[in-house]
C-alpha cells in the first residue's frame, strides 16, 4: 500500500518559489542557522531540534542540534512537520502516544521513539511558511508559556536572516548585471578582464602597466601625479555602475516588544 501525501498549504505554489527564490536548500547553510537550534534545546531541555526548509516534494534539512544536514525526508502523511505549515501557530504535542491522530504512527513502534514534538512554522514577511523548527524528545514533555514566546522570537529571527539574505543575495546579483551593462556600453569592450582591471582601480586595488595602459585606451583612466586614477570618463562609468562607497546611516527598527528579547532569551540561558 502506497503512502499518501500530507496535505499542502493553500498557497503552495507561490510558497515553493519563495523557497526556492532563498537558495539556501542545498547552500550548506547549517552554520548560519545551528546556533538557533542549539540555543532553543538549552532553553528548552528537549533532546533534538531541527531547522528545516519545504520545497514541493520533501523536507529539507538545513541544521540541528547533533550537526546533520542535507537530510531530506518526503512529505508524506506521516511527516508531522509537514502538517505544520498549515497554521501560522505552532503544534504542540507533549506526548504523540496520547494524541488522537498521531497515536498509530508507525515510528511509535521503534525503541528509539520521540514522544513529545513541538513544531513551530518559520514565516518570511510575505506570510509565506517557509518551513519549520521542530523540538523532539524521548520522553513526554510541554513547552511552558515563556519558552514558547522565546521559540516563537526565534523563529521570527531565522525567517528575518533569511529574507535579508535573499534581498541581499538579489541585490548583488542586479548589481553586478548592471555594472556590466554600463561597462560593456560605455566601452564596447566584452573582455572580462578589461572590466576587471576597470574594478581593481574602483577599489584602489594595484594593476599591471599593461592593464593600466588598456584602460588608458578605454578612456577610463590617467596617470595624475604618478599615479594610477580614475579619468573623469571612468569616476562616470563607476557611478553609472553604482560603484560609488555609501555612507552608512544607523536606523532603529521599532517593533513591539522586540528589543529585550536577546536580554530574556539570555536571561533564560
Not at 57 to 67: E, F, K, L, P, R
Not at 93 to 103: A, N, S, V
Not at 123 to 152: E, H, M, S, W
Not at 234 to 242: D, E, F
Request: net charge negative; glycine share 4%; with cysteine.
Amino acid at each position: 500500500m502506497s503512502t499518501a501525501l500530507a496535505p499542502r498549504p493553500q498557497n503552495e505554489e507561490r510558497r515553493v518559489v519563495a523557497v526556492k527564490r532563498t537558495g539556501i536548500i542545498d547552500g550548506k547553510q547549517a552554520d548560519n542557522f545551528s546556533i538557533f537550534c542549539e540555543m532553543a534545546k538549552e532553553l528548552t531541555g528537549f533532546d533534538y531540534v531541527s531547522f528545516s526548509l519545504f520545497d514541493e516534494n520533501y523536507q529539507c534539512g538545513i541544521a540541528s542540534t547533533d550537526g546533520v544536514s542535507g537530510d531530506k525526508s518526503e512529505r508524506h502523511e506521516y511527516n508531522i512537520c509537514s502538517y505544520v505549515l498549515l497554521s501560522s501557530e505552532p503544534t504542540l504535542i507533549p506526548d504523540l502516544t496520547k494524541h488522537e491522530k498521531w497515536k498509530s504512527h508507525p515510528s511509535l513502534q521503534n525503541e528509539d521513539r520521540w514522544l513529545g514534538y513541538a513544531g513551530f512554522p518559520v514565516i518570511n514577511k510575505d506570510n509565506y511558511a517557509l518551513g519549520t523548527f521542530c523540538l523532539l524528545n524521548r520522553q513526554p514533555l510541554a513547552l511552558n508559556d515563556k519558552q514558547i514566546t522565546l521559540v516563537k522570537g526565534m523563529c521570527e529571527r531565522i525567517a528575518h536572516q533569511i529574507d535579508t539574505q535573499t534581498e541581499q543575495k538579489e541585490i548583488t546579483a542586479e548589481t553586478v548585471q548592471t555594472a556590466l551593462k554600463s561597462f560593456r556600453t560605455a566601452t564596447n569592450s566584452a573582455d572580462t578582464s578589461d572590466l576587471n582591471d576597470f574594478l581593481s582601480l574602483c577599489s584602489g586595488k594595484p594593476i599591471s602597466e599593461l592593464s593600466f595602459s588598456k584602460l588608458v585606451d578605454l578612456d577610463l583612466a590617467k596617470y595624475e601625479n604618478s599615479e594610477m586614477v580614475l579619468s573623469e570618463a571612468g569616476k562616470s562609468l563607476q557611478r553609472k555602475m553604482k560603484l560609488q562607497p555609501k555612507v552608512m546611516k544607523k536606523s532603529i527598527i521599532k517593533t513591539q516588544n522586540k528589543p529585550t528579547f536577546l536580554d530574556e532569551l539570555l536571561g533564560e540561558l
